[in-house]
């Protein structure tokens, strides 16, 4: 039985005091989530993770927002896998279509940090998903197909486990055209699909996530679907009233 999961993830906001803050104001709704068996993570910027950690709740996982992929050396402004651990957080966000479009992050880099978070038993949170234009050109499923194989395929099924899935398509994160529920169920299930082809007696357990413009409102319809595990959430993270909002949404 797969866990709910709620993941938020901040992107450039928020200062470690304003971090510092958020924590303690979780603090009840976090053990109402371990109460409900639904697991939380929030990915800060890497300014806040050493503030974020030290002040939130344990059963909170904290998550980079990126990794390097090599444990040490000249690679100005990076951080690697062992410093996250060295600092206790559990995992990063690897392939966000921001740092897909804005970063270079290709598919195959990612499965070097994929791999390197692995080595320090961290949990990679991989990102996959379509552009409006690739959307209506119905090449949603060859998209996220290549995605899957460039980023997972050499993974055994152990460490395939261990990885997390996030289906956001690039054309509803932040903008407030949500996928439907059965566009996200339709997706996750492809993604599930492939990745037991790929990895064999992997995939029951793997989690897959849906992000794009989820908000208290309609987290709830998405979490029914049977292959979408949890959501990763962008500006509905940013206050603990709308994160704790949706932390209940998901426990009905
Ligand atoms: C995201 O940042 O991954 C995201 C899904 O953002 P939003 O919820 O704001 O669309």
Redesign the pocket.
Known sequence: MRRKLLVG?W?MNKTPDEAIAFASEIQKEAKFAADQKIDLGIAPTFLCLNDFRKNAPNNILVFAQNVHYEDHGAFTGEVSAAMLKSIRIDGS?IG???RRTYDNETSKKCAKKIRALLKENLIPLY?VGETEQEFNEGKTKEVILKQLKEGLEDFKKEEMKKIII?Y?PVW????GKNASEEIAENVCKFIREEVEKMIPESSEEVRILY?????PNNIAGYLKQENVDGA??????LTPSSFAEMIHALSE
């Open positions: 993830n992107k966000i966000h279509s921001e990102c996030a956001e509803s994160i932040g903008t992000g794009g413009s989820v908000k990763l959430v962008g500006g509905a993270s």
